[in-house]
């Protein structure tokens, strides 16, 4: 299955959602968290920075995701006085690494941009910590997956709908709420799966009326039609 991102819109060929097997690396999890990490709204203002940071989502998209690695390190070293910047660089990083099996770097990576946030209370996190910690939760979920440890992406998944929801970003949670089907759908766990969907579908029903966004909610369709 190819998957192209498009901000949480993603166009696909989206036959067998559900019929993955976690026991194996797969290309794609249902939604892995990249699509809306690489929105450069909310990244500072350095065009050195912003330039690879776009290079790299460019090399991403295209799959080439060592030179995507590459950018996204010189990304990395431009945001270096900004922590913040540097854990969504670094989430995305750990995505890239992900697709090439380097699971070492892509569990570093991982780790250093979810540890930005682990040290703050949470009554200290600003709607844009919440936002860049759930994109690191969601590379998470997808680290989790490609390892087959189900239990574990729907762990993360969950507390990424939960950051989301505490950043008041609707998309996000929808993306985490299919992940979290995907998990429970192959821990055996069909019925409450379909159940979850078919919330998600009536939470998106809702969200549409003032939004536009009509391939997120086939999406969802098309996860409840498998």
Do not use: C
């Not at 194996?24 to 249902?30: L, R």
């Amino acid at each position: 299955v190819v998957w192209m991102v498009v901000g949480w819109a993603i166009a696909l060929t989206l036959s067998g959602i559900l019929t993955m097997r976690p026991s194996h690396a797969v290309d794609e999890p249902p939604v892995d968290g990249f699509s809306e990490a690489m929105t450069q709204d909310s990244l500072a203002q350095d065009s050195s920075a912003q330039a690879e940071f776009a290079a790299g989502v460019e090399h991403f998209q295209a799959e080439r995701y060592g030179e995507a690695i590459a950018s996204w390190n010189q990304a990395l070293t431009a945001y270096a006085p900004d922590e913040h910047q540097r854990s969504l660089v670094l989430s995305n990083l750990s995505l890239a690494h992900q697709h090439l099996g380097q699971w070492d770097a892509a569990d570093q990576t991982l780790r250093a941009s979810l540890a930005v946030f682990e040290l703050q209370p949470n009554a200290a996190r600003t709607a844009l910590d919440w936002n860049y910690y759930a994109k690191a939760l969601n590379a998470q979920g997808a680290f989790y997956w490609r390892q087959g440890q189900a239990d574990a992406a729907l762990n993360a998944w969950e507390q990424a709908e939960h950051a989301y929801n505490s950043a008041d970003d609707a998309q996000g949670m929808i993306g985490s709420r299919i992940n979290q089907a995907k998990a429970l759908q192959s821990l055996g766990q069909s019925i409450a799966a379909e159940d979850l969907l078919q919330a998600t579908l009536a939470y998106t029903n809702q969200w549409m009326q003032h939004q536009n966004n009509p391939q997120l909610h086939i999406l969802v369709l098309q996860s409840l039609g498998n």
